[in-house]
C-alpha cells in the first residue's frame, strides 16, 4: 500500500530522538526530516459520564486507589446521575446504601443520614475535599461524581463524620474539545436543560463551562432554578497546573408537601412514663394520600442562593511529590417557609387510615419561617510522595488546613409580626385529602414574615494531619494516620424581651388586658425591641487517629481492617453553643471495619465489602433538628452491618451497578438522666436494617440500551425527641421503588432517552420527622434529547 | 517474537561493510565467550576496539537509526555495540548456547540487559552453505538465512545456534538490545498494533475518532508498561 509507506509507526515517531545514549560510538544525525512530533492528543482518564465503575478517588485527599483506602467506599459517577436522571444530590445519594434523609422542623431536604449519623449538619458534605455545611438544595450538574466514604475519618477531614462523609467531585477542565447539551421534557411541566462545553484553549489549558436551568409545575411543588459554573485550567500535566473556578446556583422552588402522621389504628407501645412504665397509645403511619399531593400554598418556597469560586494549584516536584492548594470562598443564603397538613379527625371521629378518605379535612399550618446566610472561606494544602525509607516503600500524605465560618441566622420577628399590630403573619386554610393542589394562598392581612437577628457565629479552624502506608512485605501494606484540629469561635444568641403588651390599653372590648400592661399604657412604640446578645466564645482541639492494616496479595485483592476515629466539637453544627456547651468537650466515635475489595473479570467488575462497627462515646444525646432542647449529656450509641457493592461490566453489554446496607444493630447503649425513659436500648432513628439500590443497563443492540433499577428501605422510623432514638409511636413501611429507562443512539452523538421514575407510582416515606413526612416524588415521566461533540 | 528485518543496510552499505571487514583482523571467537558457551562456539570474531569494527558499527548504528520498524518493534532503550562473526573453513559453527543476561560495554559506560538478540547479515544466502541460525523459542524451531542487509530480532531468552558452515563464509554482526518494554510479549502487542494502526491511519487518516482512541490506548499501554 503506497500511502502506508509514508506513516510512521508510531513506536519509531517516539524513539527516534533518543538513540545517542545507545552506544559508545556517537551516531550520525538521523536523516532525511522524516520525523515529526506525534500532534494525537491524549485522552484523559476515563470520564465519570463513560462509566459506574472507577477505581480511584480524591476522597483521601490526595488521588489514590480505592483499594489502598481501608474504608467501605461508593462512588456515584456521571453515568449513573445521567442514566437516572438524579438531578440533585438528595435523588442522587437514594442510589447509596445506608443514607437517609430527616425532614426538619424548617423542611429542609439536607439533613442526610449515614449509617444513622448526620451527614449535612455536621459538615460532612464536601466539595472537592473541601466542607460544604451550608444549607441549600444541591443540584448535580456540575458534578462528575458522588463519593460516599463510610465511617470515621476525621484524620482526613477534621471534625464530624462518624458515619462518613459525602464528596461533591466538581467537573474540571478537561485538555479536550467536547459538548455536551442535553434538554429534557417531561410529566408535570418538567423542563430541564443542561450544557457542558468543554474547550482545549492552548496545548495545557482548557475552558469548561457547566450551565442548568430546570422548571417544572410538579402538581404544586415547583422547581425553579438554574446554575452556571465555569472554570479554566493552564498548566494542565505540567510542573504546575492551575485551575480556578465559579459557581452560582439560583432556586427558587416550592418544596412537596409534608403531611402529618396518620393513625394506624392499632394501639401499641409508644414511650413509657417517667418511672418506665410503656405508655400505649395511637401507632402512626405515613398518611395514604395519592403520591406526588401537594398540600402546601402558593405562598410555600425554598429560596437558596450558593456562590463561590474556587481556585487550586497542583505542584508537581521533580522527585515525584505532590503539593495540591485549594482555596473555596463562598455565599450562601436560604430563607423557606412551608406548609405540614394534617388531619386529626374526619367526621367528627379520630382520623384512621380506615377512614382517611378524600373528604377528611386537612388543617394546614406554617413551619416555622427560616431565613440565614453564611459565609465560608476554606484553605488546604496537600502534599504526597512516595518514597523508600528503610528499604520500604512509604506513600506519605500529609497537609494543613483552615477555615473561617460565619452565619446569620434570622427568625420571625415577632414583635412586627402581631396579630394586634395588624401585620400577623398569613394563615392557612383548611383543605380536603380530595383537593391537592387547591392553589390556596395565605389568609390574614400581612402575609409574609420579616425577619431578624436570632443567632450569629464567627468560627476558625485549622488542622494539620500526617498520614503513611508503607509496603511492610510483599503483599501487605500498614497505614498510620494523625490529626490535630484546633476550633475557635463566638457565637452570638439573640434574646428579644416578646412585646407582651402590644394591646391598646385600656383594653378593648372583648381582650382582656394583660398583666404586663401597667400605667395603662402600651409599653413599646414602633419597630422591634432591641436585642440583648449574649456572646459565648468556644475554643476546642481533638487529636484524631487511623490505622489500618491492608492485605493485597495480587492486584485483583484487597483485604483491609481498619481502626478510625472521629470527633464532634460542640460547635459542630453551630447550634449548641452558649456557655453550658462551650466548655464540653467534643464527641467522640471510632469506627472498626474489616472488608475486602475484589476485581474481577480483567479488573471490569469490582465487588467491595465490610462489616463495620461505628461506636459514638460521650454523645450529647440531643440532635441538630432539637436544637431548642439540647442538653448535653453523656451519652453512647452504636451501629454494626455489613455494606456491599457491586459496579462494574460483567460483559460488553451489561453494565450493573449495586449499592447495598445492612444494619441489624443500631442502638442507644447509655443515655443522660435527662433522657426519655426507655430510650437505653432502643434502635436508633432514621437507620433501616435493609437500604440499597441497584442499576443494570443492558446494551441490546448498538443502538438501543434498556436499563433499570430499584431503590429502597425496610421499615423507617423518624426520631424521637432529642436522644436519637428512633420514635416508637410512628413508622414509614418498607419500600421498593423502581426507575427505568430507555436509550436510543442515533449515531454515536446524538441520543434519545426516556426515563420513567417511580414507574408503580410507589407512596414511600422519604423525608421523616416526628411529626410529619414528606413522601417521595410520584410517578415522572421524562424524555431527553442529546447531542455531544 | 520473531521478526526479520528487512534493509537495514542498503546494497552499498553491505559492500562498503564487506569491503572493510575483509581487511580487518579476525581472531578466535573462543576469547570472549563464556565458560559454558566456549565449549560451543568454533568461529572467528573481530575485536571490539579495533578501527574496523568502529567503522563498521558507525555504519550498522546509523542503518538502525533510520529504520522506523525496527524502532517499533524493539523500542530501544540501549543498543550494545554491535560485533561482528565470521563462520568458515574450520572455524564453522557455534552449538546450542543462551546469551549471558548482561552485556557489559567495554568502556565502562554501561550494561545492556540482552532483552533482544539480533543478527545482521553480511553475506548472501548463496555464498555458503548450512551456517543457519537456529532459534528454539516458544514460537517453536526456526531455521534463519537471510539476505545480505537484512536482520533477525529474537527474545535473548531463546536458546539459539549457528548451524556449520560447510562452503564459503558466512560473515554477520550481532548484538543485543534492552527495550524500554521488557516483556516479549507485550511489545510483540505493541508491535502489532503498531503496524494495524499505520494501516489505519493511512486508510481513515490522523484525525479519524477511531484512529485517535487506539492511539491514545497505544501510548497508554506504553505509559504503562515502559520502564525508561
Known amino acids: 500500500m503506497p500511502r502506508e509507506a509514508a506513516i510512521l509507526p508510531f513506536g519509531a515517531l517516539m524513539l527516534a530522538a533518543s538513540v545517542s545514549s545507545w552506544a559508545q560510538t556517537p551516531p550520525a544525525p538521523v536523516q532525511g526530516g522524516t520525523l515529526g512530533t506525534i500532534t494525537v492528543t491524549e485522552q484523559a482518564e476515563t470520564q465519570g459520564k463513560d462509566q459506574v465503575q472507577t477505581k480511584k478517588t480524591n476522597i483521601g485527599k490526595g488521588t489514590q486507589e480505592i483499594r489502598d483506602i481501608p474504608q467501605s467506599i461508593n462512588v456515584i459517577t456521571e453515568k449513573l446521575i445521567d442514566d437516572v436522571k438524579l438531578d440533585t444530590l438528595k435523588d442522587a445519594l437514594h442510589y447509596s446504601a445506608g443514607i437517609t434523609f430527616a425532614a426538619t422542623e424548617n423542611g429542609t431536604d439536607q439533613d442526610i443520614r449515614l449509617r444513622g449519623f448526620p451527614v449535612a449538619t455536621v459538615g460532612d458534605l464536601l466539595i472537592d475535599g473541601m466542607r460544604d455545611p451550608s444549607q441549600y438544595d444541591r443540584d448535580t450538574f456540575n458534578l462528575e461524581r458522588i463519593e460516599v466514604l463510610r465511617g470515621s475519618a476525621s484524620m482526613i477531614f477534621g471534625r464530624g463524620s462518624t458515619g462518613g462523609v459525602i464528596n461533591q467531585v466538581s467537573k474540571k477542565p478537561l485538555l479536550a474539545d467536547q459538548t455536551d447539551v442535553e434538554a429534557t421534557a417531561g410529566s408535570r411541566g418538567y423542563y430541564r436543560t443542561t450544557a457542558d462545553f468543554n474547550v482545549r484553549t492552548g496545548e495545557t489549558s482548557a475552558l469548561r463551562i457547566n450551565a442548568m436551568w430546570n422548571k417544572a409545575d410538579n402538581g404544586g411543588a415547583k422547581i425553579d432554578k438554574y446554575g452556571i459554573a465555569p472554570s479554566y485550567s493552564w498548566g494542565v500535566g505540567t510542573a504546575n497546573e492551575f485551575t480556578v473556578g465559579l459557581f452560582h446556583l439560583n432556586v427558587d422552588n416550592v418544596p412537596l408537601s409534608a403531611v402529618r402522621w396518620v393513625a394506624t389504628g392499632r394501639q401499641g407501645v409508644t414511650g413509657y412514663s417517667a418511672s418506665g412504665v410503656p405508655t400505649i397509645g395511637s401507632l402512626g403511619t405515613l398518611a395514604p394520600v395519592k403520591p406526588g399531593s401537594f398540600y402546601g400554598t402558593t405562598a410555600d418556597k425554598v429560596l437558596g442562593k450558593a456562590t463561590y469560586g474556587s481556585a487550586s494549584w497542583l505542584h508537581r516536584f521533580d522527585d515525584g511529590g505532590e503539593l495540591r492548594t485549594q482555596v473555596r470562598s463562598g455565599t450562601f443564603d436560604r430563607n423557606q417557609w412551608s406548609t405540614a397538613a394534617g388531619a386529626s379527625t374526619t367526621f367528627g371521629a379520630p382520623t384512621t387510615v380506615a377512614n382517611f378518605s378524600d373528604y377528611t379535612m386537612l388543617t394546614r399550618s406554617g413551619l416555622t419561617p427560616r431565613k440565614d446566610e453564611y459565609k465560608g472561606t476554606y484553605l488546604q494544602s496537600d502534599y504526597s510522595k512516595e518514597l523508600n525509607w528503610g528499604g520500604m516503600k512509604h506513600q506519605l500524605l500529609a497537609g494543613v488546613d483552615a477555615s473561617k465560618e460565619e452565619a446569620s441566622r434570622y427568625q420571625n420577628d415577632a414583635f412586627f409580626n402581631n396579630s394586634f399590630r395588624g401585620r400577623a403573619l398569613g394563615s392557612r386554610a383548611n383543605t380536603f385529602v380530595g383537593t391537592p393542589n387547591d392553589g390556596a394562598g395565605l389568609s390574614g392581612t400581612f402575609v409574609e414574615p420579616v425577619y431578624r437577628d436570632s443567632s450569629a457565629y464567627s468560627a476558625k479552624s485549622m488542622g494539620v494531619y500526617l498520614q503513611d502506608l508503607v509496603q511492610v512485605a510483599p503483599d501487605w501494606k500498614i497505614l498510620g494516620g494523625l490529626r490535630y484540629d484546633r476550633l475557635s469561635g463566638d457565637f452570638d444568641q439573640y434574646n428579644y424581651t416578646n412585646p407582651a403588651c402590644v394591646r391598646p390599653t385600656p383594653a378593648p372590648r372583648g381582650y382582656t388586658q394583660t398583666a404586663n400592661c401597667t400605667d395603662r399604657r402600651e409599653r413599646y412604640s414602633a419597630g422591634s425591641p432591641l436585642p440583648t446578645v449574649a456572646t459565648t466564645h468556644l475554643s476546642q482541639g481533638a487529636w484524631s487517629y487511623r490505622a489500618g492494616v491492608l492485605y493485597q496479595p495480587s492486584t485483583t485483592q484487597s483485604y483491609h481492617l481498619s481502626y478510625s476515629t472521629s470527633f464532634n466539637s460542640s460547635a459542630d453544627t453551630y447550634q449548641y453553643v452558649s456557655p453550658q456547651t462551650a466548655g464540653t468537650p467534643p464527641e467522640k466515635s471510632r469506627n472498626i471495619e474489616l472488608g475486602t475489595k475484589l476485581d474481577w473479570l480483567d479488573g471490569r467488575l469490582s465487588t467491595r465489602a465490610a462489616i463495620f462497627r461505628t461506636e459514638k462515646t460521650n454523645e450529647r444525646t440531643t440532635d441538630s433538628d432539637f436544637a431548642n432542647s439540647s442538653y448535653l449529656l453523656s451519652g453512647k450509641r452504636h451501629s454494626q452491618g455489613l455494606e456491599l457493592d457491586v459496579v462494574g461490566r460483567l460483559s460488553s453489554q451489561w453494565e450493573v451497578y449495586f449499592s447495598y446496607s445492612y444494619i441489624p444493630t443500631a442502638t442507644i447503649d447509655k443515655v443522660g438522666s435527662t433522657a426519655t425513659p426507655g430510650t437505653v436500648g432502643s434502635r436508633v432513628g432514621l437507620t433501616p436494617k435493609h437500604s440499597g439500590a441497584a442499576w443494570i443497563s443492558y446494551q441490546a443492540t448498538p443502538k438501543f440500551r434498556v436499563a433499570g433499577g430499584v431503590r429502597g428501605a425496610s421499615e423507617n422510623r423518624p426520631l424521637q425527641g432529642g436522644s436519637g432514638a428512633a420514635s416508637l409511636a410512628n413508622s414509614t413501611p418498607g419500600y421498593v421503588v423502581g426507575d427505568m429507562m430507555l436509550e436510543y443512539k442515533f449515531t454515536p452523538d446524538l441520543y434519545a432517552q426516556l426515563n420513567v421514575n417511580n414507574v408503580t407510582n410507589k407512596l414511600y416515606g422519604d423525608q421523616l420527622y416526628p411529626g410529619f413526612a414528606i413522601a417521595g416524588a410520584k410517578r415522572t415521566v421524562l424524555f431527553t434529547v442529546g447531542a455531544r461533540f | ?228
Request: net charge negative.
Open chain 2, 1 to 228: 517474537m520473531l521478526l526479520h528485518i528487512r534493509e537495514v543496510l542498503s546494497p552499498d552499505e553491505v559492500r562498503q561493510a564487506r569491503e572493510i571487514l575483509g581487511q580487518a583482523p579476525w581472531e578466535d571467537g573462543r576469547l570472549t565467550a563464556g565458560e559454558q558457551s566456549a565449549k560451543a562456539k568454533n568461529n572467528e570474531q573481530l575485536r571490539e576496539d579495533c578501527e574496523e569494527t568502529r567503522a563498521v558499527q558507525q555504519l550498522l548504528l546509523r542503518g538502525l537509526e533510520r529504520h522506523q520498524v525496527f524502532f517499533s518493534a524493539a523500542l530501544p532503550k540501549q543498543i550494545s555495540p554491535p560485533l561482528f562473526n565470521r563462520y568458515g573453513g574450520a572455524s564453522n559453527s557455534f552449538g546450542n548456547h543462551v546469551d549471558s543476561a548482561v552485556r557489559f560495554l567495554r568502556d565502562g559506560s554501561g550494561r545492556v540487559r540482552t532483552d533482544i538478540s539480533c543478527t545482521l547479515f553480511l553475506a548472501e544466502p548463496d555464498e555458503y552453505d548450512g551456517g543457519e541460525l537456529v532459534i528454539e523459542d516458544t514460537f517453536g524451531v526456526q531455521r534463519v538465512k537471510l539476505p545480505a542487509g537484512d536482520m533477525v530480532l529474537y527474545p535473548g531468552t531463546s536458546v539459539h545456534r549457528v548451524l556449520p558452515v560447510t562452503r564459503g563464509f558466512r560473515t554477520a554482526s550481532y548484538f543485543w538490545i534492552q527495550s524500554m518494554v521488557r516483556s516479549d510479549e507485550q511489545r510483540r502487542l505493541l508491535f502489532e498494533m503498531d503496524n494495524h494502526l499505520r494501516h489505519l491511519r493511512s486508510q481513515y487518516g490522523e484525525t479519524d475518532a477511531g484512529v485517535i482512541g487506539l492511539t491514545s490506548t497505544y501510548h497508554n499501554l506504553l505509559r504503562m508498561w515502559l520502564d525508561i
